[in-house]
């Protein structure tokens, strides 16, 4: 069986089209699903292509990390128990990922998109020219929520966000406020950090409800465990300045990993969120191949009282 995915031809996107989206992410100010940002772009600069073709453009733009482009975060998939009435292809992508995750050798619960893109490649029951199967993979299997569920967006940002802490308004904003704030930051302790999240989640994620602060575990305390909007649990380690990136990550994927194996119910996620004043390089490239696991960054300010600014409200 062969799927193929019409190749974009890179000479009739312009650099404006792509100036423009780094744009609007800028007065976006946090990060866009993608499918989103083109919709944006093309209101300010109406183009005679299709919006998957230029979605896969910005993505290509992205992964590689030209014009500054970065991708926040990537979906994951599971399948649904068809029901009675549900149609299922015999051919495509949906069809690829529905016998990737449904062989005897599958993974097992929700997969990133790009390992379901990979194994489907491998196997031979997807052949595409596209130079990035993954995102198309992405766009069939979002079409059909009768088939799949899923966990996560398809995010695009900016590298200046990962390298400023984040302020709300555009970037040039962000690195002057680091500049006035950096010596506050810098001096406030991580239990008031904490105090400070807990009580205001909601800035944190929307729809974030606390399970537990100081949650124990036999494998270390979980700053604080949540749940989200969709019903998953999330993992949320604060970690102050001049920590290790090793440690970091070691800690929060232990802990995931505890409350995936011992408290999530079948088909809960488990998420994880790193926060942090700023991240470095290294904690940045650290997290890219562990699947529902990001980074927020804080600023704090201080006017009548401290107020804590998160990374993003997705």
């Not at 305390?221 to 290790?244: H, M, P, Q, T, Y």
């Not at 079948?266 to 994880?272: A, D, K, L, P, T």
Request: a positive charge.
């Amino acid at each position: 069986m062969r799927v193929r995915a019409q190749p974009v031809k890179r000479s009739r996107i312009s650099g404006a089209f792509l100036d423009t989206a780094r744009q609007v992410l800028s007065k976006v100010g946090s990060p866009t699903q993608v499918t989103e940002l083109v919709d944006l772009v093309l209101k300010i600069r109406p183009l005679q292509i299709g919006p998957h073709l230029l979605g896969q453009e910005l993505y290509r733009t992205a992964k590689t990390g030209e014009r500054g482009f970065v991708v926040e975060e990537y979906p994951c998939f599971k399948p649904k128990k068809p029901g009675p009435r549900t149609q299922l292809p015999n051919r495509g992508y949906v069809a690829a990922a529905m016998r990737v995750l449904s062989s005897p050798s599958a993974p097992g619960g929700y997969v990133d998109v790009r390992e379901i893109a990979r194994l489907a490649c491998e196997a031979g029951i997807l052949h595409t020219h596209s130079p990035v199967p993954e995102y198309w993979m992405f766009v069939m299997m979002d079409k059909r929520p009768d088939v799949f569920l899923c966990s996560g967006q398809l995010t695009l940002g900016l590298m200046e966000w990962q390298q400023t802490p984040y302020v709300n308004g555009p970037a040039r904003k962000r690195r002057r406020a680091g500049r006035t704030s950096s010596g506050i930051t810098e001096g406030i302790y991580e239990r008031d950090i904490e105090s400070l999240v807990a009580e205001r989640l909601d800035l944190l994620e929307r729809g974030l409800q606390l399970v537990g602060r100081q949650y124990s575990t036999p494998v270390g305390r979980i700053d604080l465990l949540c749940k989200d909007r969709r019903g998953n649990l999330v993992v949320v380690e604060l970690k102050s300045f001049g920590a290790k990136t090793s440690e970091i990550v070691d800690q929060i994927t232990r802990y995931m990993g505890y409350i995936k194996t011992h408290l999530a119910l079948r088909r809960q996620v488990v998420r994880g969120i790193i926060v942090v004043g700023q991240v470095d390089e290294n904690l940045g490239y650290a997290i890219v191949p562990i699947p529902n696991l990001a980074i927020r960054t804080f600023q704090l300010t201080i006017k009548n009282a401290p107020s804590f600014v998160p990374s993003d409200d997705r």
